[in-house]
């Protein structure tokens, strides 16, 4: 126990050291000049580092980028922890990926460590300014604009994922497209436990169902709420416990659990990818998106059905975001912004790190997508959106078989105009210094409860008011008046200057 | 343990020698720990100014700099945090339950095996006693967790199987805290005995024989031995090792406390120590400022609790204390 205490403690002093003797050496890095072309040091987020193409795809794309622009960069792929690292350490870069679920872009550019654009945007590329549109709001922190949000799913659409085979062609159920709440899934779940009662139907683990808080907006970590429909002329905002829709989902998911719908060790369970026969699976994605419907990954045809959404928050359309250091000289600040705009305006030029290199990585199917090939999944698996406008490149199909709509997006950002729910205090983001001691001590509380309640392991009457009795022994309410006084502040600064645009 | 022994030697051997000469090579000898402890354990220490700075980094300014000029004092903030929950309580309680529990246990085991093993003919059995009870040692907690998970599992699990067998209920282990005390020593000891063990198993090797053979002839029988001139013996050891680990009671082991239990909730009341306090609050954001504070704060405990150790065995038995 000792050595291991003292291994832990030694690897903290060792990275406190390297950092030490690093941090001089690495501030230099980013300002060095090429030859006749700049080089930006670019740092995005890779759950498991670069992988094993990068290097080589980095360097097509730059090719392309000394021609058109004269830059390249220097693209690395780091876990959370290492950007975490380098932004706590004030490593020089020139962009980075920022967000509001990792490295959090509020926080970040209310500290001011973000290039304000506002203006540089507009005067140096306007085709990226217009390309972005009414997005933009999401970026801006007191009016300006402090990064540029790449364009993806902007709205969260919650979706069940069901084994067509077994619930239509076997059981003769029908899965329409469009289903209505979370619960409307019980006629499978109860008819999937019949024929099989010792096996669970939903697919769930410590994670919880994905998406399942996205119907709220929430702040400091999810302790506090706000519905995004009220009836409230002024907002409000909320403890968890009195939230009623969101008690009544715990609710339903502990309903779920004591029926034998979920596992009973779900709360530590790591994940149920592995486990093929699982009928009911849950995802958040967009209206078309293919992915979760490839029969050669599962053995049995996927049919995916929406069950709520699209929600649209400030926190879904901060999904992913580009960050300029607020260091940069203003001529490297808009090489940053034209590389970007070169990204969101060039298909071709995007597509190379969006999926690597055409005819080895992946290939153009005839309908316009792509189709990614073996060595392309193997070696340079795609996250788009960590590496630019996921808008702006061309949409994948799964297979020669099932094709994608090669249009896409331009019917999901139609839906976000028709059927979108928005949240009524989108734009608002919560000040949390000052607070940030409560906020550390409800998140410990928080997180003593949160895998079993939204795993349906405990049930929710029980446990959340003995949270409650500690959560406000921490200072909760202090935090709720604190966060309704600045939702306040900012409403009344909303309808002021919707009075002065209207006159 | 190996410090005082060494200023001993300098003691009797200086006056042979030169003393300086002598003293150069000592030191020539000792640099690279010299260095090693300045690089990794001084070196570092700047950190605790961590734990009294609001931390607010500029990019591309050096670290040193981010620290001392960009950052605003915090006073005793900071550590605000740990203060605010109103589990306090259990959690310390927690925390130094299982530590005072693991230096006695930890200490009484380890040594009554030595004492056993020591005591066997075979040398081959005791060989491989000693290097299967030493694997444990070797596993990561994660895999530790997984293993003990294969016999918890409410569906799968071994000890439901067995308890089915016979027409008991099955236990759903992970929502289950009464049990985890129990579960979490034997677990603990059961990874750390053997290592331990080694440590004692040495020094009684070193245990000059003739006196056990005085014994004997005597007429003295094993307890007697082992009570008037092992246990004896091996008192230096066992007060080093206490000593050691009263600095560490604030201090738990993290893998023990959050894999093993699979960071189940409902284990939280019997599973929280101090260190999974910190990194569940920590967990989702970076609060460097904090954590330092938190760790600043066991370290402050261990350090007064090591010094009152030392003293208490210095009362009690003066060569058996570290300073």
Not at chain 1, 60 to 74: Q, W
Not at chain 1, 221 to 230: A, E, F, L, R
Request: glycine fraction near 6%; hydrophobic fraction near 40%; include cysteine.
């Amino acid at each position: 126990m000792d050595r291991l205490n003292q291994a832990y403690r030694m690897t903290k002093r060792i990275v406190l050291t390297a950092l030490l003797l690093a941090v001089p050496a690495l501030t230099g890095c980013g300002l060095r000049k090429g030859n006749d072309y700049t080089t930006l040091r670019w740092v995005t987020y890779s759950p498991s580092g670069a992988s094993m193409d990068a290097k080589e795809v980095i360097e097509a794309a730059n090719e392309i980028s000394r021609e058109k622009l004269g830059i390249e960069v220097e693209l690395e792929f780091q876990p959370s922890d290492k950007m975490n690292l380098m932004m706590a350490s004030g490593e020089y870069y020139d962009m980075v990926f920022t967000s509001s679920w990792l490295n959090y872009f509020d926080r970040n550019a209310e500290d001011g460590l973000y290039y304000d654009i506002t203006d540089l945007v507009q005067e140096e590329t306007p085709a990226l300014y217009e390309s972005i549109g009414k997005y933009w709001e999401c970026a801006k922190i007191g009016g300006r604009i402090m990064g540029v949000p790449i364009l993806k799913d902007m709205g969260a659409e919650e979706m069940f994922r069901l084994n067509a085979d077994y619930f239509e062609t076997r059981k003769g159920m029908e899965i329409p497209e469009r289903m209505d709440g979370l619960e409307s899934v019980e006629p499978f779940l109860k008819a999937y436990k019949e024929d099989y009662p010792n096996k669970y139907p939903v697919a769930m683990d410590k994670g919880g169902i994905p998406g399942f808080l996205n119907f709220l907006e929430r702040i400091a970590g999810g302790v506090i709420v706000i519905p995004y429909d009220q009836d409230t002329p002024v907002p409000q905002a909320m403890a968890i416990w009195d939230c009623e829709p969101l008690m009544n989902r715990y609710r339903t998911l502990h309903r779920w659990y004591e029926a034998g719908y979920i596992h009973p060790d779900a709360a530590t369970i790591d994940s149920t990818d592995a486990d093929l026969s699982i009928p009911v699976r849950f995802g958040v994605a967009w209206k078309g998106y293919m992915g979760y419907s490839n029969p050669a990954q599962w053995g049995f045809e996927v049919k995916t059905s929406t069950y709520e959404g699209p929600f649209l928050s400030r926190q879904s359309e901060q999904g992913a975001m580009f960050g300029i250091c607020a260091a940069c000289t203003k001529e490297r600040a808009t090489e940053c912004l034209k590389y970007i705009e070169l990204l969101s305006t060039d298909r071709k030029f995007r597509d190379i790190l969006a999926y690597g290199i055409e005819g080895k990585h992946f290939n153009y199917l005839e309908n316009g997508t792509v189709l990614q090939t073996q060595a392309g999944i193997d070696r340079y698996p795609a996250n788009l959106y960590t590496t630019g406008s996921v808008v702006n490149a061309s949409v994948s199909s799964v297979s020669q078989e099932v094709l994608s709509d090669p249009d896409q997006w331009k019917k999901v950002f139609e839906e976000y105009e028709t059927d979108g729910i928005y949240s009524q205090t989108k734009g608002f983001y919560y000040d949390t210094t000052r607070k940030e001691s409560i906020i550390t001590s409800l998140q410990a509380i928080y997180s003593d409860y949160s895998t079993e309640l939204r795993t349906g392991t405990s049930d929710p009457d029980v446990v959340i008011p003995k949270m409650r009795k500690r959560m406000e022994a921490a200072g909760f309410n202090e935090l709720l008046e604190d966060v309704q006084s600045q939702l306040n502040e900012w409403m009344e600064k909303a309808e002021h200057e919707e009075t002065e645009s209207e006159e | 343990m190996k410090k005082p022994s060494q200023k001993n030697n300098v003691r009797k051997t200086g006056r042979k020698a030169p003393k300086a000469r002598r003293d150069r090579e000592l030191f020539a000898m000792s640099l690279p720990a010299i260095l090693w402890y300045l690089a990794f354990c001084y070196l570092p220490l700047f950190g605790i100014f961590f734990a009294f700075k609001q931390f607010t980094p500029k990019p591309g300014e050096s670290l040193l700099k981010n620290l001392f000029v960009n950052s605003p004092w915090a006073g005793l903030d900071n550590f605000s945090f740990l203060f605010r929950s109103s589990e306090l309580p259990q959690i310390l309680f927690n925390t130094l339950f299982y530590n005072l529990i693991f230096l006695v246990l930890g200490i009484l085991i380890p040594v009554m095996l030595a004492v056993v093993l020591a005591e066997l003919h075979s040398k081959f059995f005791s060989g491989v006693v000693q290097m299967v009870m030493l694997l444990p040692y070797f596993l990561s907690w994660v895999i530790v967790g997984y293993c003990l998970y294969g016999f918890l599992a409410t569906d799968e699990g071994q000890v439901n199987h067995v308890l089915r067998m016979f027409g008991a209920a099955a236990v759903q282990w992970y929502q289950s805290p009464g049990y985890w005390r129990v579960i979490l020593i034997l677990v603990e000891i059961w990874k750390s005995a053997g290592y331990a063990m080694v440590i004692y198993l040495c020094a009684i090797t070193a245990i000059d024989r003739t006196l056990y053979e005085g014994a004997k002839m005597d007429g003295a029988t094993f307890w007697q031995r082992v009570r008037y001139i092992t246990l004896p013996m091996l008192r230096p050891t066992i007060a080093t090792i206490f000593i050691l680990r009263t600095g560490s009671l604030l201090a738990s082991d993290f893998g023990l406390f959050y894999q093993v239990p699979l960071d189940s909730n409902s284990l939280q009341p019997v599973t929280q120590t101090l260190d999974v306090y910190v990194y569940k609050a920590l967990m989702t954001q970076a609060n460097f400022s904090f954590s330092a504070a938190a760790s600043f704060l066991q370290n402050a405990v261990g350090c007064v609790l090591l010094i009152i150790a030392n003293a208490v065995v210095k009362k009690t038995d003066e060569d058996s204390s570290l300073m």
